[in-house]
């Protein structure tokens, strides 16, 4: 017989540990946090977890700026915790997806501090993109290149007698210098870090800006309108291609134990980031094209099949993500006007336009219905399975690394970040014993927490955890989509069929409400008291004909 494998159609959990449970009361969560409430995830039915970054790093950029690649941050715990957290998931059939973060490390690296204390053209300076700077003295960055986090992507360095010497480059942050992938020490040491976490047991990864790690030859200059010198270069894919042959040489003959690699690849169009998962790379890669699509039946529509015509044309799953610890959650998203329900990462201040809270909840529940019917594999990103807005900060608190780089023009992403509320009652809305969050908890999430919504009919953690049974049940995942016509410019609506059934979802987007197709019932919507023939505005309905 053969297995399809796990992660075809898999439901993962992203997990962002700073913010999901906190066991030690620091106002940080940590990985003794998280073991002690897997058994929660367990309950929801996911089937893996996706672990953002742990490893020792300064925080800059909440971990995705990595000093060891090989060790957990004290902040988190240690690698003993982290083999607990393992073998706890996997008795709970649970599978761990870690994160690698290849296009650049820390600045606090062994390898970039070792770099800096050496002269141009040595060995050290070699792994990353150290470059003589333009001008006559080279005071100009080498490149016009801008850092995605605001201003030049260049930093000019001292040298040992401490007069200005070099640049480095840095897509993100100054503290996240760029690796130089065209150095085989480069690509040797990231592979013996797979296999480093292979070993230990994880079932797969999660590859931060997948698109970035090789660079065009001459770093040329970029010119708006051509193609990016910095992105979706063709060498990304040899990378890629050797991944995956070490991955499959962890694979077990005739079990279901594939281990994963996931791109975040913000690449289009669509037939660009489909050459990343051909069969000989990369399992899986997020699409954003429809995370980013907005509240409009037409581009839904448009998204959903465009996605699935070009996942099938290399044989790969789609993946369907609506929220992860970079953007506006889609509760927030989806309940602001129609002109700015789009992705940004300039998130909200309390003096900006908010969000309408239930409208947000009410689209983001009927966005996941779509979302959890579609064949392929689906990511939740922690608390969206409660609903949860995005947190409205005040500046003083704000950390991301935008915030400064733009110029407080562009808020950054902590909003996402706010620690989990588990219970209304308890000090820090149960995310750790006492009452210290990293990032201020809005007073909305008491009402939100886990404890408050738990076994209650109408939920949306009840709604997640339903539809998470449902689609796993009439295996939705692994199903065939086709469209129904007839419903209007306003709806979209279609039906999966798997080997043991078929569902049909009608999600109203528009204002008025819709009938269900003749001979119907419902067998999930996702608006609370939906039980006659119509699905109303901004509802998505599952139904069986
Ligand atoms: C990815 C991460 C993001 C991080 C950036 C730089 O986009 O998801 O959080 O800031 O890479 O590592």
Redesign the pocket.
Known sequence: MTITPWWRDAVVYQIYPRSWADADGDGTGDLTGITARLPYLADLGVDAVWLSPFYTSPQR??G??VADYRAVDPLFGDLDDFDSLVVRAHALGLRVIVDI?P??SSSEHAWFRAALASTPGSEERARYVFRNGRGADGEEPPNNWQS?FGGAAWTRTNDLHGSPGQWYLHL?DSS?PDFDWSNPEVREEMESVLRFWLDRGVDGFRI??AHGLVKADGLPDTHAGDATPMWDQPGVHEIYRSWRRLVDSYAVPGEDRDRLLCA?AWVEPPEALARYVRPDELHQSFNFHFLTTPWNAQELRTAVSESLVQASSVGAPQTWVLS???VMRHASRLGRSSATVQVDTGGIGPDAEQPDAELGLRRARAATAVMLALPGSAYLYQGEELGLPDGVLPDDVLLDPTWERSGHTMRG?DGCRVPMPWERAAPSYGFGPGPSTWLPQPAAYGALAVDQQQGAVDSTLELYRTLIRLRREHRLGVGTLSWLDGYGGDVVAFTVTSACVSVSVIANLGTEPVPLPDDSSIIVSSRPGTHDAMVGPDCAAWVRR
């Open positions: 950029d909440g995705y700026d973060v296009n650049h995605l993100f996240q931060d800006v975040e992860n610890h970079d992403r």
